[in-house]
């Protein structure tokens, strides 16, 4: 075992409008670390640098890899994925790491947030197909290569709330959608048969709360694991919708 | 007689079904549900858009043979029936094999983004055990994407009225009512047995409430934590499907753990390298020379051992998992050849898998998702090093026993509620969690199409046993409910209370490398012995936790208590199964039995669970009798073989998987060089 060691710094809550206390643990460095198994170090020993046995930390992981989108934490003031937080790359030096909960979503307890109101997002803007069933109706309508390959990268957001945490429009007076609801709509917009509904989608981006209210920071694209492009498709839903308070009712 | 309204019951409720798990099984089953008009109740550890399925990396397969080979759902019945080792019941085989092209039609309208041909058709490519390209995918990540279609589908329910038998909508009655963030804890059984409902937890609030619901299907996923560190997600640790077989129901072949042979290391999962990786045209080797100090890519091509290729010229890097996962095994643990590392100065248990020969325009377009994965955790750039990998558990192909209804043409009767019917009368189970289509060993990209083929199946299965139901569970005394929510609040209270010297995660921890260590690619029944009593001891021990957390909410540390218990039970069975079991066949492999064994050996393993005065014990059965709307039922363990013949299996010769492929496929002596992999 060698003797290097990893400091952590852990912002500590039990519930809503109880008072955050931080907790400090030391543990043995590992080859391969990172923030998740530092805090599966600390369930297996949860003692504190000044000798407190305390409650495990209490945090959200499930695939470990990047692709669930539940390890959503603020890891040294940067809102990111916790599970590709390697302790190698974010503390190089033996630096103290500080994890806390992100801010953007009420907290249930330590690193935990809720995060329901991104996926009752997803409902606002129909973020689906239309499908008339399962049972066998034959092929899709084709797609072009291209199509694919603008689609997938879209498609690929974890609803993981790192581009919500970023997003200064998004706060606790405001009803911003948020971004990630937004590239939904330009997924589903450009499907051949997601596009018959696409006027419907727009719509809901239209009101209050809807796209209008990006400031266009563009803080959201530089945090999204997935390197989605927002800023595009914010830029492309935008001229969606503009298009459609125009000329949308000639269509009708 | 069946209740007088299929919508509401006596005492006027919605009749709901349950279903545990939003993966890609019991989404789809949620989906049929709903479509045959059954209003659901969903239940989940987590969201279900973050369910392990999220994780699959390679594909779904489908013979649709758009590539002209001569592919046809014949063939991909036979080389299932062949890759899992002639353990599987065939008849649910055919049915799968037969729906696959249907599902992948039906993804492809639901929005999934799968990679096409340039003539705008779906994309197909190869994986293991066979020489056809049969694999659909959306890049490295068609988990992810056939995860979140189905999802989507799922929450468009959420916002559709329930009709009742007049077809008027209920107001404020959704035909999916979403619970995530529940552990599921036990089934609510009446007197008889019948399964009325059940018992769950809030893991935010940590309150612990019945429900009653006229069917519960599981579809819970596998047990891959039971095994400590494994290429799945860290909720995967069985905790539900070992409930309700400590309830009663039966376990099956739970001795065959799938070893997957090309995983990353890592502190806290072992990440995988999709089979896609060879698919594409990745190789397999180690340096001939066992003091090669050279990095992999330095490494000239005549001193690389492509030991695969030479070993099984037909299906080379793309033999079936159990194969090659033994291959590297032998290569790393008994010939010592893993490749040098540099930092820790001797050889490794590992091995390169190589794609540098590739065109990186194509890599990028088709593996992207899992060359991040090596990338983000490795730090190397996988486009022109050699990948280092070796081997890790993967997935569970026992899991619950499940019964099926064989039609006259060798599929199944749909909609017959024997489908998907566990012996516990009104609990279903599919997915990962049951056991059903992958015998001794699954082929890749299989298990996403068994998944979603086992909920087409599953739904209509619950729809008919719901409507033949007597009484609906929302008739029944509410005293059912409020015994077994009880017996459940004490269980947890008593956790709460432990007070004892161990740490249950540390306990956890031994657990895993023990049966890593000795339940995996080779069994030795010393070993196992051994390995059965210290699952003893860990029982004993696992009494003796203490628990730190007494906080009121989301407490993690008692519900891993729960869970621990909950995988020594599973682990049990696994180690007992493979001890029982004196023969070698797909993932079981017993250096000392070397050879299957037909006659004594091709039956199902059917595991019941029993107390021993207060110790956990295995009743192995050789038949079940239950019940379903209250008719008997009699199945045994002889495993329907009525479709495709028993014989030896030999990847050595291309093509030996199915009689009657006939096609163009290339052996893969042909398309492993690198000069035909590169010109695709
Ligand atoms: C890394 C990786 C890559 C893979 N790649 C492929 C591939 O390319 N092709 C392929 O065919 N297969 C692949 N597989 C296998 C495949 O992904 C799984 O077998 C499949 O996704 C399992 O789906 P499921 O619906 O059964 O369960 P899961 O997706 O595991 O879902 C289980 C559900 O049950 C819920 N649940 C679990 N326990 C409880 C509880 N106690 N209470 C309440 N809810 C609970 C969970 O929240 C979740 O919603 C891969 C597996 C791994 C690990
Ligand atoms: S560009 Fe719009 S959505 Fe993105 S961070 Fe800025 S305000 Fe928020
Ligand atoms: S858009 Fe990116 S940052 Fe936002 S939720 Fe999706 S994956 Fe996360
Ligand atoms: S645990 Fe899934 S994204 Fe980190």
């Not at chain 1, 499907?191 to 990006?214: F, N």
């Not at chain 2, 019945?77 to 599902?103: C, H, R, S, W």
């Not at chain 2, 992810?144 to 929450?155: G, K, P």
């Amino acid at each position: 075992m060698s003797d290097r060691k990893v400091r952590f710094k852990i912002k500590r809550q039990d519930a809503p409008g109880t008072e955050a206390r931080w907790d400090e643990f030391l543990l043995d460095w590992e080859p391969q670390m990172n923030v998740i198994s530092s805090l599966m170090a600390i369930q297996r020993n949860p003692v504190t640098t000044d000798n407190r046995t305390v409650a495990p930390v209490v945090w959200e992981s499930v695939c470990l890899e990047e692709v669930c989108g539940s390890c959503t934490m603020i890891v040294n003031g940067k809102v990111r994925q916790a599970c590709t937080a390697l302790i190698d790359q974010i503390a190089p030096n033996g630096e103290t790491i500080t994890l806390e909960p992100m801010t953007k979503f009420p907290l249930v307890r330590d690193l935990i947030v809720d995060r329901q109101k991104m996926f009752d997002n997803l409902k606002k803007v129909k973020a689906w197909i239309q499908l008339d069933g399962t049972h066998e109706l034959g092929a899709a309508p084709r797609q072009s290569q291209e199509n694919q390959e603008e689609a997938y990268p879209l498609s690929r957001c974890m609803t993981c709330g790192c581009c919500l945490e970023a997003c200064p429009q998004v706060n606790s007076h405001s009803d911003f959608i948020g971004p990630a609801a937004i590239n939904q709509v330009r997924l589903f917009n450009m499907h051949p048969s997601g596009k018959m509904h696409a006027a419907e989608r727009l719509e809901t981006l239209m009101g209050p709360g809807g796209i209008a209210d990006c400031g266009k920071a563009q803080n959201c694209v530089e945090v999204c694991p997935k390197e989605i492009p927002l800023v595009d498709s914010i830029a492309v839903v935008s001229r969606a919708t503009t298009k459609h308070m125009l000329f949308g009712w000639l269509l009708k | 007689m069946a209740s007088k309204s299929a919508t509401y019951s006596e005492t006027g409720k919605v009749r709901r079904v349950i279903v545990v798990g939003g993966g890609l099984g019991g989404l789809m089953t949620v989906i049929k549900l709903c479509e045959a008009g059954v209003p659901v109740d969903l239940f989940s550890l987590v969201p279900v858009k973050r369910s392990h399925s999220v994780c699959a990396q390679g594909g779904i397969n489908a013979s649709v043979n758009t590539k002209g080979e001569g592919d046809s759902p014949q063939v991909h019945l036979e080389e299932t029936v062949y890759g899992g080792d002639f353990l599987a019941n065939q008849p649910p085989v055919k049915g799968m094999a037969d729906a696959a092209p249907g599902i992948v039609y039906m993804l492809d309208r639901m929005g999934v983004p799968f990679n096409r041909t340039p003539e705008g058709l779906l994309d197909f490519r190869r994986f293991g055990g066979t020489l056809f390209h049969r694999t659909a995918f959306a890049g490295a990540t068609t988990g992810q994407q056939l995860l979140y279609a189905l999802d989507e589908q799922v929450r468009r329910f959420e916002t559709i009225e329930v009709e009742d038998d007049k077809g008027v909508a209920i107001h404020g009655e959704k035909m999916v009512r979403k619970f995530e963030f529940w552990d599921f804890l036990s089934v609510v059984q009446e007197d008889n047995g019948t399964v009325r409902g059940i018992v769950a937890q809030d893991v935010k609030s940590m309150a612990i409430k019945a429900f009653p619901g006229d069917a519960v299907c599981l579809a819970t996923g596998g047990p891959g934590i039971v095994f400590g560190r494994s290429t799945n997600s860290v909720i995967n640790t069985g905790t539900a499907a070992s409930a309700v077989y400590q309830q009663g129901a039966c376990y099956a072949n739970g001795e065959f753990i799938q070893v997957h042979p090309t995983a990353i290391p890592g502190a806290d999962k072992l990440r995988l390298i999709s089979e896609s990786a060879r698919g594409e045209g990745g190789r397999v080797w180690v340096p001939k020379d066992i003091k090669e100090r050279r990095r992999g890519k330095d490494v000239p091509e005549k001193d690389r051992e492509y030991f695969l290729e030479d070993k099984y010229p037909g299906y080379g890097n793309l033999v079936p998992r159990d194969i090659a996962s033994r291959e590297l095994f032998l290569k790393c643990f008994h010939e010592g050849k893993g490749v040098f590392n540099a930092k820790s100065q001797k050889n490794e248990n590992e091995v390169y898998l190589d794609l540098t020969h590739l065109p990186q325009e194509a890599l990028r377009k088709k593996l992207a998702g899992i060359l991040e994965i090596y990338e983000k955790f490795v730090g190397e750039d996988p486009y022109t090093n050699p990948m280092r990998v070796f081997p890790a558990v993967h997935y569970s192909m026992g899991g619950l026993w499940v019964d099926f209804e064989r039609a006259e043409n060798g599929s199944l009767v749909m909609g017959h509620p024997r489908n998907s019917a566990t012996n516990l009368e009104g609990l279903y189970a599919t997915g990962e969690c049951e056991y059903q289509y992958h015998g001794a060993n699954r082929l890749g990209a299989n298990s996403l199409l068994s998944c979603i083929w086992g909920g087409m199946i599953t739904g209509p299965a619950i729809a008919t046993y719901r409507k033949n139901l007597g009484k609906s569970s929302y008739d029944l005394s509410s005293n059912v409910f409020d015994s077994a929510e009880k017996r459940e609040r004490a269980k947890y209270e008593k956790i709460l209370k432990m007070d004892g010297k161990e740490n249950p995660y540390r306990i956890h921890e031994e657990l895993g490398k023990m049966m890593l260590l000795d339940v995996t690619i080779e069994r030795h029944n010393d070993k196992l012995d051994k390995v059965i009593s210290s699952i003893d001891e860990l029982t004993e021990r696992a009494k003796n936790v203490g628990v730190t957390d007494t906080a009121a909410r989301s407490n993690q540390g008692a519900q891993f208590v729960r869970h621990l218990d909950n995988m020594l039970v599973l682990a049990r069975v696994i180690a007992q199964g493979a001890r029982n079991r004196d023969e070698s066949r797909g993932a079981h492999f017993k250096p000392a039995f070397k050879d299957r064994n037909d006659e004594e050996f091709l039956r199902t393993t059917l595991a019941l669970h029993k107390e021993d005065g207060g110790r956990p014990s295995i009743n192995y059965v050789r038949s079940l009798d239950y019940s379903i709307n209250g008719k008997p039922v009699h199945a045994t363990d002889q495993v329907d073989i009525s479709l495709v013949k028993p014989r030896a299996r030999k990847y050595e010769t291309a093509g030996a998987a199915s009689a009657t492929a006939k096609g163009d496929a290339k052996p893969a002596a042909e398309t492993a060089k690198p000069a035909a992999a590169a010109s695709t």
